[in-house]
C-alpha cells in the first residue's frame, strides 16, 4: 500500500513520533509512505515527498512537525478539494493518515465521503478537545510548558506581592487551564465549561490576602475570557489595593519544544495503530484512546463533547487558599 501522511491545523508537540512510528511501522511491513507538506494546503498543491525510515531519523525529541501544517480555508470548497483528490490519485496515494484536531477531521471525512480514499486521523491537538479520546498528542507537553511558566510566574508574583492572570490556550476549552492551574496551586481558575462570575474575584483576592497569602494567581483559559480584559476590569472594581495587577498571556509558548515522555511513546502507539487500521481494511476513522486501549472510532465521534476534569477543579477550590 501507498500512504500518504499529512500534519494540518495547529502544529502540537509529538507529531514528529507519529510520523516516523507511521512511516517505520509502513515500512517493516513492505509498504511505502509519502509524506505531504502544509497539510491540506499541500494536498491542493501537490506537495508530495517520499518518507523512508532514514527521512524520519532524529525526530523524535523535534517539537512542531516536519511536514510543516497549515490552516488552510481553501480546502472548505469543493472545488479545491477536487484539486487535492486529483493529486492525490496522481500520486497513487492508496490511504491516508491525518494528524490534527476536530477541524481537520473534518476535512479527512470529506476525504472519505468525495474521494472513497480510506484515511484515519490520529488526535493531535494541545487542546485536549477531540471527543471519543481520552487523550491528544502534544496535551502533556503543553501542560509541561504551562506549569513551568506558572511556576516562575509565582516566583515574581511572590516576591512583588502581586496578583497576576495568566491566559492560557485551549480554544473554546479548559483543559490546559486545569490541570495547570491545580499543579501549580493557582489561587482561582477560570474555564468556559464553568459560569464563575467575575464579580467574585475581587472577593476572593481580598480573602486570600486577609490570610496572608503573598500572591494570587488567577490561571483564565483563553475561552473564558482575555487576561488583559480581566485586568482592566479588577483594576476598575479593586485598583491596586491588594497588590500591582499583572496579565501575562502564555500564548505560542505553550505549544512548542521538546515532546515529553508521555507524548514520544503515545504518538508512537497512536502511529502504529493507525497503520495497522489502513491495512486491515478500515476505511474511516481516527485513532482514540480509552482506559488503556486504542479503538477506531468514526469521525463524527471527535465532535461529542469530552467532559473536563470536574475533580480536579473541585479540588483546587477546596486547595486554592
Ligand atoms: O488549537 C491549538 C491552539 O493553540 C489553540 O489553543 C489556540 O486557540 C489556537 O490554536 C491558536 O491558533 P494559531 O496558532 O493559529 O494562532
Given at each position: 500500500m501507498r500512504i500518504g501522511i499529512l500534519c494540518s491545523g495547529g502544529d502540537s508537540p509529538g507529531m514528529n513520533a507519529v510520523v516516523r512510528s507511521v512511516v517505520r511501522c509502513a515500512h517493516s511491513m513492505g509498504h511505502r509512505v509519502v509524506g505531504v507538506k502544509r497539510g491540506y494546503r499541500g494536498l491542493i498543491e501537490g506537495e508530495f515527498v517520499g518518507l523512508g525510515?532514514?527521512?524520519?531519523?532524529?525526530?523524535?525529541d523535534r517539537g512542531g512537525t516536519i511536514l510543516l501544517s497549515s490552516r488552510e480555508e481553501r480546502f472548505k470548497r469543493l472545488e479545491f478539494r477536487e484539486k487535492a483528490y486529483e493529486n492525490l490519485r496522481r500520486e497513487g496515494i492508496e490511504g491516508l493518515i491525518v494528524l490534527g484536531g476536530e477541524g481537520t477531521f473534518r476535512g479527512a471525512e470529506l476525504i472519505?465521503?468525495?474521494?472513497?480514499?480510506?484515511?484515519?486521523?490520529?488526535?493531535?491537538?494541545?487542546?485536549?478537545?477531540?471527543?471519543?479520546?481520552?487523550?491528544?498528542?502534544?496535551?502533556?507537553?503543553?501542560?509541561?510548558?504551562?506549569?513551568?511558566?506558572?511556576?516562575?510566574?509565582?516566583?515574581?508574583?511572590s516576591s512583588h506581592e502581586r496578583i497576576f492572570l495568566v491566559e492560557v490556550m485551549g480554544r473554546k476549552r479548559g483543559f490546559i487551564a486545569v490541570e495547570a492551574g491545580l499543579a501549580t496551586g493557582a489561587e482561582l481558575i477560570l474555564v468556559p465549561e464553568e459560569s464563575y462570575p467575575r464579580e467574585k474575584i475581587p472577593e476572593e483576592i481580598k480573602k486570600a490576602k486577609e490570610m496572608g497569602k503573598l500572591h494570587f494567581i488567577v490561571v483564565v483559559a483563553e475561552g473564558y475570557g482575555s487576561a488583559e480584559e480581566l485586568r482592566n476590569y479588577l483594576l476598575s472594581e479593586i485598583g491596586e489595593e491588594y497588590g500591582e495587577i499583572r496579565a501575562t498571556v502564555l500564548g505560542h509558548l505553550q505549544r512548542g519544544g521538546t515532546p515529553t515522555h508521555t507524548d514520544r511513546i503515545m504518538g508512537m502507539k497512536f502511529g502504529e495503530v493507525a497503520v495497522e487500521a489502513?491495512?486491515?481494511?478500515?476505511?474511516?476513522?481516527?485513532?482514540?484512546?480509552?482506559?488503556?486501549?486504542?479503538?477506531?472510532?468514526d469521525f463524527e465521534k471527535a465532535r461529542e463533547y469530552k467532559e473536563i476534569d470536574r475533580e480536579a477543579l473541585?479540588?483546587?477550590r477546596r486547595l486554592n487558599l
Open positions: 525510515p532514514r527521512e524520519v531519523g532524529g525526530i523524535l472519505c465521503e468525495e474521494a472513497g480514499l480510506p484515511v484515519i486521523g490520529v488526535p493531535c491537538t494541545i487542546d485536549n478537545d477531540v471527543g471519543g479520546t481520552e487523550y491528544c498528542i502534544g496535551y502533556d507537553t503543553a501542560l509541561r510548558n504551562a506549569v513551568e511558566a506558572i511556576d516562575r510566574i509565582r516566583d515574581t508574583a489502513l491495512l486491515s481494511g478500515e476505511r474511516s476513522g481516527f485513532v482514540a484512546y480509552r482506559e488503556g486501549r486504542f479503538y477506531i472510532e473541585r479540588l483546587s
